[in-house]
């Protein structure tokens, strides 16, 4: 959706394994990942998925991912970065990314059918939730 020459690279997004943390527990599968994968093929949600910084849409696209893709327990994004995301990552430090998704995600308008794990967006951040995750620009 950007025009111009942006700088594309490859991302963990997302890893296979039960978590605990402040939203409770939640366990990603193998068959979490498909399902956000062609979830995302299809468009389901119905717009570009953006990357902001720190889980914080107000100030803007770091940047949009443009393909997901399962690699052994990881879900990995290509993302199209903007100067805002590029500047976030090399002077402000920000290295991982964050992924937010719905587990059960329903249509808000009629038919209102359910799709299963749907991809909403991600944040930049500088802690992820996920621990063992390669930093951005070293997978």
């Given at each position: 959706?950007?025009?111009?020459?942006?700088?594309?690279?490859?991302c963990?997004?997302?890893?296979?394994?039960?978590?605990?943390?402040?939203?409770?527990?939640?366990?990603?599968?193998?068959?979490?990942l498909?399902?956000?994968?062609?979830?995302?093929?299809?468009?389901?949600?119905?717009?570009?998925?953006?990357?902001?910084?720190?889980?914080?849409?107000?100030?803007?696209?770091?940047?949009?991912?443009?393909?997901?893709?399962?690699?052994?327990?990881?879900?990995?994004?290509?993302?199209?970065?903007?100067?805002?995301?590029?500047?976030?990552?090399?002077?402000?430090?920000?290295?991982?990314l964050?992924?937010?998704?719905?587990?059960?995600?329903?249509?808000?308008?009629?038919?209102?059918?359910?799709?299963?794990?749907?991809?909403?967006?991600?944040?930049?951040?500088?802690?992820?939730?996920?621990?063992?995750?390669?930093?951005?620009?070293?997978?």
């Amino acid at each position: 959706s950007f025009g111009g020459n942006l700088i594309m690279s490859s991302c963990q997004l997302l890893r296979c394994a039960q978590f605990a943390g402040p939203l409770g527990e939640i366990e990603i599968t193998p068959v979490m990942l498909t399902e956000l994968v062609r979830n995302f093929d299809a468009g389901t949600y119905g717009q570009a998925i953006f990357v902001d910084v720190a889980h914080n849409p107000v100030n803007g696209a770091a940047g949009e991912i443009s393909r997901l893709w399962p690699s052994g327990l990881w879900l990995m994004a290509d993302v199209a970065w903007t100067p805002y995301g590029l500047s976030a990552i090399t002077d402000r430090g920000f290295q991982y990314l964050s992924a937010e998704f719905d587990r059960d995600f329903r249509e808000n308008e009629p038919p209102r059918r359910w799709f299963g794990a749907v991809l909403l967006g991600a944040g930049l951040t500088i802690r992820p939730w996920i621990r063992d995750q390669a930093p951005i620009g070293r997978v």
